[in-house]
């Protein structure tokens, strides 16, 4: 993420208001398992940067929602772009059915760790 000029936390701020816009910072914390001061941190950044932009919640005036502005939209996919090489790069020595395997354990050993990272089945990758 270095060269694209993100934080690990930034990285994760900006994938989850891809997947649920609207996600507050304090959510992305949960889910991450970041600090949710680390988080207010990256996500600060990322607002000031114009990737992201915050809104009032419709019913709570204390929570304010996240959205990707098009710039965001843009960085964020560069950097899954970055994360899918990296990962391919990775499991290059594993068979296609060895790479399934590992990446149906690695989703499973996270939802028992942390189980909001994973708050969607399309999120974990199962049907």
């Known amino acids: ?7 690990a936390a930034q990285h994760n701020a900006l994938q989850h208001v891809v997947w649920t816009p609207g996600i507050s910072a304090a959510e992305i914390a949960r ?3 970041f600090a949710p001061q680390s988080m207010g941190a990256a996500v600060n950044a990322l607002v000031d940067r114009g990737l992201l932009a915050r809104r009032e919640h419709p019913s709570s005036r204390r929570t304010l ?3 990707i502005t098009d ?3 843009r960085l964020a996919e560069r950097a899954r772009g970055a994360v899918e090489r990296l990962d391919e790069e990775a499991l290059a020595v594993l068979a296609p059915a060895e ?3 590992v990446r149906s354990l690695l ?6 760790l942390n189980p909001d990272a994973l708050p969607t089945r399309d ?3 199962t049907s």
Do not use: C, H, K
Not at 1 to 7: A, E, G, I, V
Not at 107 to 112: H, I, P, Q, T, V
């Open 1 to 7: 993420m270095r060269s694209l000029d993100l934080t």
């Open 99 to 101: 790479r399934a395997v």
């Open 31 to 33: 889910r991450t398992g």
């Open 71 to 73: 710039s965001g939209a």
């Open 65 to 67: 929602q996240l959205t």
């Open 123 to 125: 999120l974990r990758g």
């Open 107 to 112: 989703l499973r050993m996270l939802a028992e």
